[in-house]
Nanobody, 114 residues
Framework: QVQLVESGGGLMQPGGSLRLSCAASGFTFSSAIMSWYRQAPGKARELVATISSADGITNYAESVKGRFTISRDNVENMLYLQMNSLKSEDTAVYYC???????WGRGTQVTVSS
């Protein structure tokens, strides 16, 4: 059974940092391109960052470039998103997904507010 379990979300003031985690199981994680998406209230789901399966090549949405870092651990089947310099507009539910496979977690809530 495929499972993606996001964690690490919470409440943070603007300028703060959070580290999100996604625990993957039930598929060959090491061969999967992985992405983080987010969805804010009233908005469509937005691609935040992507990381390749083996060589660690990354891509970021312009809105998070320079602030967020996506990474992975193919031994532990973990995906991470380090979020620095958080802004109120980063408030959303964050999801991890295996690209092209249609696998999604339930998401973790990130709220950035003063």
């Amino acid at each position: 059974q495929v499972q993606l379990v996001e964690s690490g979300g919470g409440l943070m003031q603007p300028g703060g940092s959070l580290r999100l985690s996604c625990a993957a199981s039930g598929f060959t994680f090491s061969s999967a391109i992985m992405s983080w998406y987010r969805q804010a209230p009233g908005k469509a789901r937005e691609l935040v960052a992507t990381i390749s399966s083996a060589d660690g090549i990354t891509n970021y949405a312009e809105s998070v470039k320079g602030r967020f870092t996506i990474s992975r651990d193919n031994v532990e089947n973990m995906l991470y998103l380090q979020m620095n310099s958080l802004k109120s507009e980063d408030t959303a539910v964050y999801y991890c997904t295996a690209v092209f496979r249609g696998y999604w977690g339930r998401g973790t809530q990130v709220t950035v507010s003063s």
